[in-house]
């Protein structure tokens, strides 16, 4: 087994530095650093591991999700996200080189744990074997004496009675046996294709609604939003805190969309922020948009703002999954599945 490369622990230390620095610096504007404890609680984590992932010697990476989360509370510089992203994906591919081999591993030790309980079935099961010919010798005289007396009007043909029954016992069985699996059959073939129709329900966006996004959320619901609006040509920062000036971004989309301007992006304003993106249609911040969400289900996707075929195979892998049509075309029940897929919204 190798252990992690320079690049690798280059790129972990580095992103430790830049995290605190962050800390260290998010005292200003009158607003005093916050303590790791309750700045661990806003970000869903235990203290413990916050100080390691602003630790520089310690060789735990903060996952990309937290790093994009610190970078949103803390209100750390613009440009430092995209650095603070390259450092977080570049680290965690070390553990990603990691996986196959303790998966390879795991066989080889199962594998022999597995023999000896079959060596022993097989070994058990002639010992059963011949376990079963002694009651037949027991059974045979049987007959002889107790059906005798019963059935004297036909001694000659004892054993065609009990050979008649148990012919018609095994059909009987048999013909059970047959129907019971033709039942069984039966019902399976109209319930195999709806398995999938009901993955495809719960996936569709007609069931699972549009999200709520509004003042106060972070990160995937307002940079989305943030990333629309720029799409329609409105000037906001994509900066992932769904603040005051978003609102009011939104407000002025919604007032000159002829919506109520409410600030608040729900089902009516999503259908008209919403942006059809594919290889022809590649508006850059729509593609970043899409791209991100793609990133952010676990679909690996470039964050670029370009459709290249890569983004076409993720936004592909995506919709197969989702039993959505496989298109490799972000339409609207594309965008809302992916809306869905992003989990509960993140409040400030």
């Known amino acids: 087994m190798t252990g992690p490369t320079g690049a690798d622990r280059d790129a972990g230390r580095a992103?430790?530095?830049?995290?605190?620095?962050?800390?260290?610096?998010?005292?200003?504007?009158?607003?005093p650093k916050p303590t790791q404890q309750s700045l661990a609680g806003r970000l869903g984590i235990d203290q413990t591991t916050l100080s390691r992932y602003l630790n520089p010697k310690?060789?735990?990476?903060?996952?990309?999700?937290?790093?994009?989360?610190?970078?949103?509370?803390?209100?750390a510089p613009d440009a430092d996200l995209s650095r603070a992203r390259t450092l977080a994906e570049s680290a965690a591919a070390l553990p990603a080189r990691k996986s196959?081999?303790?998966?390879?591993?795991?066989?080889?030790?199962?594998?022999?744990?597995?023999?000896?309980?079959?060596?022993t079935a097989s070994a058990t099961t002639p010992a059963a074997t011949p376990a079963e010919p002694p009651p037949t010798p027991h059974r045979t005289p049987a007959?002889?004496?107790?059906?005798?007396?019963?059935?004297?009007?036909?001694?000659?043909?004892?054993a065609t009675p009990r050979t008649t029954l148990a012919l018609l016992a095994v059909l009987t069985l048999g013909t059970g046996i047959g129907l019971g699996w033709s039942v069984l059959a039966h019902r399976s073939g109209p319930d195999e294709p709806e398995v999938p129709a009901a993955a495809a329900a719960s996936a569709r966006p007609a069931v699972s609604g549009w999200p709520l996004a509004r003042?106060?959320?972070?990160?995937?619901?307002?940079?989305?939003?943030?990333y629309l609006l720029q799409a329609h040509h409105y000037d906001v920062q994509a900066d992932g805190d769904f603040g005051v000036a978003t609102v009011a971004a939104v407000k002025k989309f919604q007032a000159d969309h002829g919506l109520l301007a409410d600030g608040k992006v729900g089902d009516q304003t999503w259908s008209h922020l919403i942006i059809r993106v594919d290889s022809h249609n590649d508006a850059k911040p729509a593609v970043l948009a899409l791209q991100y969400l793609?990133?952010?289900t676990g679909t690996p996707t470039d964050i670029t703002g370009i459709f290249t075929p890569s983004t076409t195979r993720s936004l592909e892998a995506f919709q197969h999954a989702h039993a959505l049509p496989t298109t490799g075309v972000a339409d609207l029940s594309t965008w809302q599945t992916l809306l869905a897929a992003q989990g509960p919204a993140i409040h400030r």
């Open 15 to 31: 992103l430790a530095e830049l995290l605190r620095t962050w800390w260290e610096l998010s005292a200003r504007d009158g607003r």
């Open 58 to 75: 310690h060789p735990s990476t903060a996952p990309l999700k937290t790093v994009e989360l610190l970078h949103t509370v803390l209100r």
């Open 100 to 119: 196959p081999r303790t998966a390879d591993e795991a066989p080889a030790t199962t594998t022999p744990d597995a023999t000896p309980p079959a060596a």
């Open 143 to 158: 007959p002889h004496h107790t059906p005798t007396p019963h059935r004297t009007p036909a001694p000659g043909r004892k």
């Open 215 to 226: 003042k106060g959320h972070l990160l995937w619901s307002a940079r989305t939003v943030q």
């Open 294 to 296: 793609l990133n952010n």
